[in-house]
C-alpha cells in the first residue's frame, strides 16, 4: 500500500519569513495530494490541493509543487502569521479512494 | 450548509464493552470515509462507503470493527468487546464523488472528490 513519510515534525518561523513542509510518497500510482491544517481539537480542513497532471498550484500565501519522478510534494506558506500556527497533514490518494495520510507537521509562527 | 457531524463528541467507556459512534455526512455525499487518529499522528484510513455498500473495509483492524450505512446517508461505527487500544479519535469525512475530475476544479472551487471531515468522537477506554 501507500506510505507517506512527511518532514519536519516540528518547524518554528518568525512571522513573516516562509515555511516549507515535505512529503515523500511509495505508490507511484497515487495522483492526488491535499493539504490539511489541523489546530488543536479541531477538525482537518483542507487548504490545499494538486493532482498529478499538474506541477504547481498557489493560493494567496499558500502554494504546492509536485514532482511526479522523485515521489514527492511539498507545501510553501509566505508572509506567515501567528494563525498559521496549527498542525498540517499532507495525503496521498492511489487507486483506492481513501487518503493515507503523513504523521503531522507542528508549525508555530513566533510573533 | 451543514457541515459533517459526529456524535457524541466524547465517549468514555470500560474495557470490553461495546460502542456506537454516529456520522452524518454532508447531504448529498455519497462517499463516506471513517479514519482512527492516535495522538500526534495522521489520520489512518478505516472503511469507505460508496452509497449503502462498503467499498472498502480493508483498513478495519480486526472484526471487532463494523461499519454500516443502511440508507446512504448516515453511518455507525461500532466496536465491540473495546480494548485499551481502540482509545482515539474516531473522525468521519465525506465527499461528493469518491473520485474527481483530472483537471481538477477551476480556481478557487472545490473538487467533487474532496473530503470534508467531522470534528471527531474522541474514544476513551478506561
Known amino acids: 500500500g501507500e506510505n507517506v513519510e512527511q518532514h519536519p515534525s516540528t518547524l518554528s518561523v518568525q512571522e513573516g519569513d516562509s515555511a516549507v513542509i515535505k512529503c515523500t510518497y511509495s505508490d507511484s500510482a497515487s495522483n492526488y495530494f491535499p493539504w490539511y491544517k489541523q489546530e488543536l481539537g479541531k477538525r482537518p480542513q483542507l487548504i490545499i490541493d494538486?493532482?498529478?497532471?499538474?506541477g504547481e498550484k498557489k493560493d494567496q500565501r499558500i502554494a504546492v509543487t509536485l514532482n511526479k519522478t522523485a515521489k514527492h510534494f511539498s507545501l510553501h506558506i509566505t508572509e506567515t502569521q501567528p494563525e498559521d500556527s496549527a498542525v498540517y497533514f499532507c495525503a496521498a490518494r492511489a487507486t483506492a479512494r481513501q487518503l493515507t495520510f503523513g504523521s503531522g507537521t507542528q508549525l508555530t509562527v513566533l510573533p | 450548509g451543514a457541515g459533517v457531524s459526529q456524535t457524541p463528541s466524547n465517549k468514555v467507556t470500560e474495557k470490553g464493552k461495546y460502542v456506537e459512534l454516529r456520522c452524518d455526512p454532508i447531504s448529498g455525499h455519497t462517499a463516506l470515509y471513517w479514519y482512527r487518529q492516535s495522538l500526534g499522528q495522521g489520520p489512518e484510513f478505516l472503511i469507505y462507503f460508496q452509497g449503502t455498500g462498503a467499498a472498502d473495509d480493508s483498513g478495519l483492524p480486526n472484526d471487532r470493527f463494523f461499519a454500516v450505512r443502511p440508507e446512504g446517508s448516515v453511518s455507525t461505527l461500532k466496536i465491540q468487546r473495546t480494548e485499551r487500544g481502540d482509545s482515539a479519535v474516531y473522525l468521519c469525512?465525506?465527499?461528493?464523488?469518491?473520485?474527481?475530475?483530472?483537471?481538477?476544479?477551476?480556481?478557487?472551487?472545490?473538487?467533487?472528490?474532496?473530503?470534508?471531515f467531522g470534528p471527531g468522537t474522541r474514544l476513551t477506554v478506561l
Open positions: 469525512a465525506s465527499s461528493l464523488k469518491a473520485l474527481g475530475l483530472a483537471g481538477g476544479a477551476p480556481r478557487g472551487g472545490s473538487s467533487t472528490d474532496t473530503q470534508y
Open positions: 494538486i493532482r498529478s497532471n499538474v
